[in-house]
């Protein structure tokens, strides 16, 4: 069976964005794969210091996967910081990532552009994220397209080491992309991606009225001044949203009552918030029912971190004996 890796920041609860765009895949992905999924606390580090809600994040992401259905049976869900090898994989690999590929990375040059001193692990970070994937040997990580960029670099930092050390035979695999089919999902603005620091998300766990408050304002078709006009739901977000929440019947019913201007906006936001509901509401009450035992869910990032452990140690050893270090007595 393949195995695939693929890592989460931890900013606390999820928001639809984040499910349909990622979390939902990784759901049915660890009925096909051995799964191996990673709240990276330690990449949350390179953006701005918020080391008094950290670890309450860092939780909440977990209880939020957990909710959506990632079964700690099935896949290995764990905290980053948890497992000391992925740093020290990291600083193996700068040995062989070159300088310049890391200038390059778009992601960087955008947020570096924005700052007055650029911390060095914001230009590393693609590092620390090839040795996530490295680790544990995955043939496969699971990405959005703005992701593809840095897993061509794990690939090359991969085909490096591998020059360097383990010639003609390989060790490290150059994983692929599998990339995820739920699209950019954009945010109640109608405007840019869902994010937290945009302010234009709906949260995975939020109440059904919190969500109402949200969807009422949220932005449509511009062409539907008033109630009588006209709309056309293919440039409408909450039609979006109604393909991703609603039954197939039900879309179909919106696009028509749209384009006849035989609902208004509002009409067709209630329908798509009561199906939202059908989605989101089992998801609200199984993380209410972590939250009532947190230490049920920091024993499930034990046992998980754990079994994560257990093969990144292998990996760990048989690189570093690749790289030719000397052994610590015991080892
Ligand atoms: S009726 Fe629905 S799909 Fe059409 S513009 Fe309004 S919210 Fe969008």
Same mark, same amino acid.
């Given at each position: 069976?393949?195995?695939?890796f693929?890592? =989460?920041?931890?900013?606390?609860?999820?928001?639809?964005?984040?499910?349909?765009?990622?979390?939902?895949?990784?759901?049915?992905?660890?009925?096909?794969?051995?799964?191996?999924?990673?709240? /990276?606390?330690?990449?949350? =580090?390179?953006?701005?210091?918020?080391?008094?809600?950290?670890?309450?994040? $860092?939780? *909440?992401?977990?209880?939020? @996967?957990?909710?959506?259905?990632? +079964?700690?049976?099935?896949? =290995?869900?764990?905290?980053?910081?948890?497992?000391?090898?992925?740093?020290?994989l990291q600083?193996?690999l $700068?040995?062989? $990532?070159?300088?310049?590929?890391?200038?390059?990375?778009?992601?960087?040059? +955008?947020?570096?552009? %924005?700052?007055?001193? =650029?911390?060095?692990?914001?230009?590393?970070?693609?590092? @620390?994220q090839a040795a996530d994937i490295l680790l544990y040997l995955a043939?496969?990580?699971? /990405?959005?397209? *703005?992701? /593809?960029?840095?897993?061509?670099?794990t690939?090359?930092i991969a085909? %490096?080491w !591998?020059?360097?050390?383990?010639?003609?035979?390989?060790y490290l695999p150059e994983p692929?992309?599998?990339?995820?089919?739920?699209?950019?999902?954009?945010?109640? +603005?109608?405007?840019?991606?869902?994010?937290? #620091? @945009?302010?234009?998300?709906?949260?995975?766990?939020?109440?059904?009225?919190?969500?109402?408050?949200?969807? %009422?304002?949220?932005?449509? *078709?511009?062409?539907?001044?008033?109630?009588?006009?006209?709309?056309?739901?293919?440039?409408? !977000?909450?039609? $979006?949203?109604?393909?991703?929440?609603?039954?197939?019947?039900?879309?179909?019913?919106?696009?028509?009552?749209?384009?006849?201007?035989?609902?208004?906006?509002?009409?067709?936001?209630? /329908?798509?918030?009561? !199906?939202?509901? #059908?989605?989101?509401?089992?998801?609200?009450?199984?993380?209410?029912?972590?939250?009532?035992?947190?230490?049920?869910?920091?024993?499930? @990032?034990?046992?998980?971190?754990?079994?994560?452990?257990?093969?990144?140690?292998?990996t760990?050893?048989?690189v570093?004996?690749?790289?030719?270090?000397?052994?610590?007595?015991?080892?």
């Amino acid at each position: 069976m393949s195995r695939i890796f693929s890592g =989460i920041q931890p900013t606390g609860e999820l928001h639809i964005g984040n499910w349909l765009g990622a979390v939902r895949n990784w759901v049915e992905l660890q009925h096909q794969h051995d799964s191996i999924y990673c709240v /990276v606390d330690l990449h949350a =580090i390179t953006g701005a210091a918020s080391a008094s809600t950290l670890a309450t994040r $860092t939780r *909440d992401m977990a209880v939020s @996967l957990l909710a959506s259905g990632i +079964d700690p049976a099935r896949a =290995i869900l764990f905290v980053q910081s948890h497992v000391p090898e992925h740093a020290r994989l990291q600083w193996l690999l $700068t040995s062989v $990532t070159p300088l310049g590929e890391l200038e390059r990375m778009t992601q960087f040059k +955008d947020k570096a552009q %924005r700052l007055e001193s =650029i911390p060095a692990g914001l230009l590393c970070y693609p590092i @620390l994220q090839a040795a996530d994937i490295l680790l544990y040997l995955a043939d496969m990580v699971p /990405v959005g397209e *703005d992701q /593809v960029q840095h897993l061509e670099l794990t690939r090359e930092i991969a085909r %490096r080491w !591998n020059a360097e050390y383990a010639p003609g035979v390989g060790y490290l695999p150059e994983p692929q992309p599998l990339l995820t089919p739920a699209r950019r999902i954009l945010g109640l +603005d109608g405007q840019a991606k869902m994010s937290k #620091s @945009l302010g234009n998300t709906v949260g995975l766990l939020e109440a059904p009225e919190a969500i109402w408050q949200k969807l %009422r304002p949220a932005m449509t *078709d511009p062409a539907r001044k008033t109630r009588k006009d006209p709309g056309n739901p293919d440039v409408c !977000n909450i039609y $979006t949203l109604h393909q991703h929440f609603s039954p197939e019947p039900v879309q179909q019913e919106v696009a028509a009552q749209c384009r006849s201007a035989g609902w208004g906006c509002l009409d067709c936001k209630k /329908v798509l918030a009561g !199906n939202m509901e #059908s989605h989101l509401g089992p998801i609200r009450g199984r993380a209410a029912e972590l939250r009532q035992s947190p230490g049920q869910v920091e024993d499930l @990032l034990a046992t998980g971190a754990a079994r994560a452990s257990r093969i990144a140690r292998e990996t760990i050893a048989e690189v570093e004996h690749r790289m030719g270090f000397l052994p610590a007595k015991g080892d």
